[in-house]
């Protein structure tokens, strides 16, 4: 049988969408959180010749209603190649403001003199201007605004130490011979971030070649350095070996960790007390002592960093409506380089300096549109968000209201992604705190009075009922449901096991302590 191989052409019309490196650029700015976003700024400016950071004046507050509408975040110089010289949009949209004003006259001139100044200072001789000039700053003479502003000892970039090298250090001051430091080496770089030991000592032998007795001696001594309790291999080596630093290691406390800790994580107090042969009170104390110890030694050497909360949007209450502001300090204005645009306006540029330059102004003008698209999109989505949580904003997160992506975005007829994107790692500073956009979003459970009632609302519910309750009698999950369901709130008892643990809350079996 044979084949037969034919060429041919064939037409066919399908629509596809393409997701060119601007649009890519724009959903990713969306989805940006406000430090992200002023960081990738700063890149860009870097980046960009024609790019430049602007002063915003005094009078230059957007605490209007141009900040409310996403008003300019770019100033531009009216003369700008293709853009409009009556202070116009980019997109026919509002995109931005143009309001930079004109080069002066003799800014030609200016630039020539510095660059001659310049000139100058490359062939100063530095080293005899050292020699002749003190670097004793104690005699200069500052204003109480310049004296606020001087970089004081406390509010320099430290770092702080890591558990490896606060160890390192210590061990370097030990008087442990050179093959005992290279074994106390290897056992504080197995150390996991806790400050406890995850390798076998037969596994550190073998891989150091030494007896395991010798690494059990350099363990010994690495477990005596601070923090006490670092190189345990247990969480009951660890407490022992903290209160053998404290010199309690034959006290109660040590007893009950050593012969009792399963009984202690279950708050079985009574039984610790008869098995021990003393009074309630008695184990009550040495508990206490327990709970100062720490279970992860190396919880302050951790290398965590703070994370900090830049609010995008501002909802305060006005009169009798809340009205929605963006935050007009947290981006920085932008302005076109003076000098560049003079570039791309000379004729006798080279075309290749002409050609880039064109460049990285379409690229200047998209980053503007998108950054404004951006502030419309989260103002619409806060707005609308006020909407339908104003009892929120009056009387607190009991009055919580269910809500999904799905309303706001019916609402201000977007799509649910984009509401998505727009609400993810975004903060709104509120009369009630500071919020993440996505905590108003919250699934809902059906009154006894046929209400929606928020989850938010029953899990603060749950915290406050957990934060009154007795020490002695913890209220049990099944209590909660009854509890709630006097309130007309019916919720199954998974349910409330479900949010007290995304509340990070004990059962009832390990909230128990005596008072």
Request: glycine share 6%; net charge negative; charged share 30%.
């Given at each position: ?6 060429l041919?052409?064939?037409l066919r019309?399908?629509?596809q969408l393409v997701?060119?490196?601007?649009l890519?650029q ?7 959180p406000v430090v ?6 700063q ?12 002063e915003?004046?005094?009078?230059e507050s957007?605490s209007?209603?141009a900040a409310?509408?996403?008003a300019?975040?770019?100033a531009?110089?009216q003369?700008?190649d ?23 006259p ?5 630039n020539?003199?510095?660059l ?22 104690s005699?200069?003479?500052?204003s ?20 490896e090298e ?5 061990l370097?001051l030990s ?11 290897v056992?504080?770089?197995n150390?996991?971030d806790d400050?406890?030991?995850e ?7 073998t891989?150091?070649g030494c007896d395991v ?5 350099v ?7 601070d923090?006490?309790?670092v190189a345990s291999r247990?969480l009951k080596?660890?407490?022992l ?9 034959e ?5 009950i960790?050593c ?7 279950k708050?079985r ?15 009550n ?6 709970s ?8 302050d050497?951790?290398?965590?960093k ?12 006005q009169g009798d409506?809340?009205v929605?502001t963006?935050?007009?300090d ?14 791309l306006?000379?004729h006798?540029?080279g075309?290749?300096?002409?050609k880039?330059?064109?460049e990285?102004l379409?690229?200047a003008?998209?980053l503007?549109k ?5 502030q419309q ?16 904003f009056?009387?607190g997160?009991?009055?919580l209201k269910?809500l999904?992506l799905?309303?706001i ?18 903060y ?9 956009l996505?905590?108003f ?8 009075s ?8 029953i899990k ?9 309750e ?11 449901v009854?509890i709630?369901?006097r309130e007309q709130v ?6 409330v096991?479900?949010?007290r643990?995304?509340?990070?809350i004990l ?8 008072d």
């Amino acid at each position: 049988m044979a084949f037969e191989t034919k060429l041919g052409q064939e037409l066919r019309l399908r629509q596809q969408l393409v997701m060119t490196p601007q649009l890519q650029q724009a959903i990713k700015i969306l989805q940006l959180p406000v430090v992200e976003l002023e960081a990738m700024i700063q890149s860009e400016v870097e980046q960009n010749p024609l790019l430049e950071i602007a002063e915003r004046g005094p009078d230059e507050s957007l605490s209007n209603g141009a900040a409310a509408e996403g008003a300019s975040l770019l100033a531009f110089d009216q003369q700008s190649d293709g853009l409009p010289a009556d202070g116009g949009n980019l997109d026919g949209e509002g995109a931005a403001v143009l309001t930079e004003a004109a080069p002066a006259p003799g800014e030609v001139r200016e630039n020539a003199s510095e660059l001659r100044e310049v000139d100058r200072l490359d062939r100063v001789d530095w080293s005899d201007y050292l020699e002749n000039y003190s670097n004793n700053w104690s005699g200069m003479n500052y204003s109480e605004d310049q004296e606020e502003r001087r970089l004081t000892l406390e509010n320099t970039l430290t770092r702080k130490a890591s558990l490896e090298e606060h160890l390192m250090w210590q061990l370097r001051l030990s008087d442990l011979n050179e093959p005992q430091r290279q074994i106390g080496e290897v056992i504080i770089y197995n150390l996991n971030d806790d400050g406890y030991l995850e390798a076998g000592l037969d596994e550190l032998a073998t891989q150091l070649g030494c007896d395991v007795s010798q690494v059990e001696m350099v363990l010994a001594r690495v477990q005596r350095f601070d923090p006490p309790g670092v190189a345990s291999r247990t969480l009951k080596e660890c407490l022992l070996n903290q209160l053998r630093v404290y010199g309690m290691e034959e006290s109660l406390a040590a007893r009950i960790i050593c012969d009792h800790l399963n009984l202690l994580e279950k708050h079985r107090y009574a039984e610790i007390a008869k098995l021990q042969g003393v009074d309630l009170e008695t184990v009550n104390q040495a508990i206490r002592i327990v709970s100062l110890l720490e279970p992860k030694p190396g919880r302050d050497y951790g290398d965590a960093k703070p994370v900090y909360v830049v609010p995008d949007v501002v909802i305060r209450k006005q009169g009798d409506d809340y009205v929605v502001t963006l935050n007009e300090d947290a981006l920085p204005r932008l302005r076109l380089s003076s000098y560049y645009q003079r570039v791309l306006h000379d004729h006798q540029a080279g075309e290749d300096t002409r050609k880039y330059l064109q460049e990285r102004l379409r690229s200047a003008r998209w980053l503007v549109k998108s950054i404004y698209q951006r502030q419309q999109t989260i103002y619409r989505v806060a707005s609308s968000i006020v909407k339908f949580q104003r009892e929120f904003f009056e009387r607190g997160i009991a009055y919580l209201k269910p809500l999904v992506l799905r309303d706001i975005a019916a609402d201000i007829n977007m799509h649910e992604s984009t509401i998505s994107r727009a609400t993810a790692n975004k903060y709104a500073d509120t009369p009630q705190g500071i919020f993440d956009l996505k905590f108003f979003f919250t699934s809902s459970v059906k009154a006894a009075s046929g209400e929606d009632v928020s989850a938010e609302t029953i899990k603060n519910r749950i915290r406050q009922l957990v934060a009154n309750e007795s020490h002695g009698e913890p209220l049990s999950d099944q209590a909660i449901v009854e509890i709630l369901r006097r309130e007309q709130v019916n919720i199954a008892r998974r349910t409330v096991a479900k949010y007290r643990q995304a509340l990070s809350i004990l059962p009832s079996a390990k909230r128990r302590r005596l008072d």
